[in-house]
């Protein structure tokens, strides 16, 4: 049985205002916490070991992504994820450029080995070199690689226990088992910095108010997607749209994610 109106997921987000701790890159932390403000939930950046864990423990869910990772960061990383999954606290986790070198490639695997995740949210190429599957990247951007995101996501999420979102042209969720693939969005995500960034923190604020993280995910998916068509509409370019953007998940409402979102089984 589906659910009855995938808008319902984004009223109660803004009903509750889950609190957001996000331990994630310096190129974004400002769009990350203004996007989240924007649709309703309530962000926090704190990176310092010595307070993650207390952070962690009190959040509705931890967001935890290696744009800009170091040594330290990466501390905090687990020491964050070791009190979140202590308390229950969902785990997004964005291995950002996952592939590009074996420093980051290394840090994504240890993250997954240690901490119990509740998500994994990557372009293909990310996914596929979280797992050790073979996919082409560049720098922190994936390339046009050769094989089957379905079939990626659904391996991914298999070998690591957990619900997996590769994001693209369209994007697939499953848990292995079940699969939704969600089709709203805009290419004009691809023209500025941070916008997969602020969707893995946004799925976290959709899984601090719903157990069940396939269907989160899939929620904020679209709404998210919704919001960027909305935003591309109105707007000339990367810098009018990033301000559009921003907008629109402030305006975006939960019957207009009901009517527009584009979610089917597969």
């Known amino acids: 049985m589906e659910p009855s109106g995938w808008g319902r997921f984004l009223g109660k987000m803004r009903e509750e205002m889950p609190l957001v701790h996000n331990i994630t890159n310096v190129v974004v932390t400002n769009f990350t916490a203004n996007g989240l403000l924007a649709l309703g939930a309530s962000p926090v950046m704190a990176y310092a070991k010595e307070e993650v864990a207390d952070m962690a423990r009190i959040a509705g869910a931890l967001v935890l992504n290696i744009g800009t990772l170091s040594a330290e960061e990466v501390e905090a990383m687990i020491h964050a994820g070791n009190a979140a999954n202590q308390q229950g606290v969902p785990i997004i986790f964005d291995p950002v450029g996952a592939g590009a070198t074996p420093y980051r490639t290394e840090a994504s695997k240890r993250i997954v080995k240690e901490l119990n995740l509740s998500l994994l949210r990557g372009n293909a190429a990310e996914v596929a070199n979280v797992v050790g ?134």
């Open 133 to 266: 599957l073979e996919w082409k990247i560049k720098g922190v951007d994936a390339e046009e690689g050769e094989g089957d995101i379905l079939e990626l996501a659904k391996e991914a999420a298999r070998k690591l226990d957990t619900v997996v979102c590769v994001t693209g042209k369209e994007d697939v969720i499953t848990d292995g088992e079940k699969t939704y693939i969600v089709n709203n969005g805009t290419p004009m995500f691809t023209k500025i910095t941070g916008a997969g960034c602020l969707l893995s923190s946004v799925i976290g604020s959709f899984a601090a108010i719903e157990k069940d993280i396939l269907i989160a995910g899939a929620a904020a998916l679209a709404a998210y997607g919704i919001a960027g068509e909305k935003a591309a509409q109105e707007s000339e370019g990367p810098g009018s749209f990033q301000i559009a953007f921003l907008d629109q998940l402030y305006k975006i409402t939960s019957k207009e994610v009901d009517s527009l979102a584009s979610i089917s089984l597969s």
